[in-house]
């Protein structure tokens, strides 16, 4: 007896659930390896711009892959697997693209080979995804589309003056880089529907490491101590004019912050998995945020960059010592100063100064949600060495001894040019202000 069958010709039969979670694990295992190099080298990009630019995609890749890796798992219930399998050459590739020889390579590798791999391989999938069967996915990998078009773009357009000037031999050398990782990319099959080739994948011996002692952009400033009141405790916060700068360039000082944040996002993302890299990624992101504040708010007061001093004594703290101290340090300084900024929010609004007093607003909220993630990831790591998780206040204590070490280094000399620089800010400010009121 002949058995008859209706005909199935529809492509949206293609990919069945197990073979479109594989294909998600490897596109979430690619964004996972981009997240950890860009939060590792945000100390060792100089650029400003760019340096500000990276916490945002970072954080939008972060989201990409967390979608991605729920939707895995939705797909291979009850199955909470996530190996690496045959895409290991791919994630090597990733990785050892954060061996990047100097920051510019860096940057035109994520702008000119992953991320618009990583986009082509979204909108090919989506292609030939079923949006009946594979709805959510739809959704959020249209978006992650659009946001690495954004991403390429942006960089593109804040690498081009870097390009024209840096001095030949580093955009050769960046050049060179880039195209060896879109050789390499092409030789393993790139990132795509199907399975890469496999294969050794050998551009760098080294470990990547971040940057113990930051790059920063020579347009600002170059100091350990950002204002006076850090070393010379005669010196007044201050009121009116010069609360408004103190608050402005104490956000803008935040830069420390954001390296910080990278740092242990790189440093701690195998030790503490995938939820500390979601809210790490956050924590960078929200760091950017504040030193943008800062930034914004004395650019539109008139101040330019060369007048602007940019410390490292934060950060300084914590070279050569275990990051998990970077990590109590971001801790620390997060519920040392929650406290104070409802008494600046309120300030602010008697001076009628609203985008000071908004941005401070802001500020606290997302510095609750970061002593939150200090306190849970600082016990994390404690747990995971075998030691009590109840001893993060033990790492808090420590992180104090440390930055005083470093406040107590400081020489007249370096006390005298923040002073100077300090002063000098406060004489324009009142030139501003004076202006202001003559109009």
Same mark, same amino acid.
């Given at each position: ?71 895995? #798992? ?162 007044? #916060? ?14 803008l000082n935040e830069i420390w912050a954001v390296e910080n944040a990278g740092f242990i996002l ?152 923040i002073t100077s620089i300090t002063e000098n ?15």
């Open positions: 007896m002949t058995v008859e069958y209706l005909p199935s010709n529809q492509k949206r039969g293609k990919f069945m659930r197990y073979d479109t979670a594989v294909i998600l694990k490897r596109y979430f295992l690619c964004e996972r390896a981009l997240v950890t190099g860009q939060a590792g080298w945000l100390s060792g990009v100089p650029y400003f711009d760019i340096k500000m630019s990276l916490p945002k995609m970072l954080w939008e890749d972060a989201m990409t892959a967390h979608e991605l890796r729920n939707r895995v #798992y939705e797909l291979r219930f009850p199955s909470r697997m996530l190996e690496i399998g045959d895409d290991q050459a791919l994630v090597d590739l990733i990785h050892q693209s954060h061996n990047a020889p100097n920051p510019l390579a860096f940057i035109l590798g994520l702008s000119r080979v992953f991320k618009p791999a990583l986009k082509q391989a979204y909108v090919d999938y989506l292609e030939m995804a079923d949006l009946l069967g594979d709805g959510p996915t739809h959704r959020f990998l249209e978006l992650a589309i659009k946001e690495k078009d954004v991403q390429i773009q942006t960089l593109e357009k804040l690498v081009s003056p870097y390009l024209e000037k840096n001095d030949p031999p580093s955009i050769e050398v960046a050049l060179q880089w880039v195209k060896q990782l879109q050789d390499k990319l092409n030789q393993i099959g790139g990132i795509g529907i199907e399975n890469c080739k496999g294969g050794e994948v050998n551009l760098s011996d080294k470990v990547f490491s971040p940057y113990e002692v930051p790059n920063r952009d020579k347009r600002f400033i170059p100091v350990r101590f950002y204002w006076p009141d850090i070393v010379d405790k005669s010196f007044p #916060y201050g009121e009116g004019v010069k609360l408004q700068l103190r608050s402005a360039i104490s956000h790189h440093e701690f993302a195998k030790d503490l998995g995938w939820d500390f890299i979601y809210d790490a990624a956050r924590w960078v992101y929200d760091e950017s945020r504040h030193c943008t504040m800062g930034y914004e708010r004395l650019k539109q007061w008139g101040f330019e960059e060369n007048e602007l001093p940019l410390g490292t004594y934060i950060y300084d703290s914590c070279k050569g010592k275990d990051p998990i101290y970077r990590l109590g340090m971001l801790f620390y300084f997060e519920s040392k100063n929650i406290g104070k900024k409802p008494e600046r929010i309120k300030s602010f609004a008697e001076f009628n100064d609203q985008v000071s007093q908004h941005d401070m607003d802001f500020d606290w909220a997302d510095e609750t949600i970061h002593t939150a993630y200090g306190k849970r990831w600082l016990s994390a790591i404690l747990e995971k060495r075998g030691l009590d998780p109840k001893d993060y206040q033990k790492i808090q204590a420590e992180c104090d001894r440390l930055v005083d070490e470093v406040i107590h280094s400081a020489t007249e000399e370096e006390i005298q040019q800010m406060i004489e324009k400010a009142k030139h501003i202000v004076a202006a202001y009121e003559r109009v």
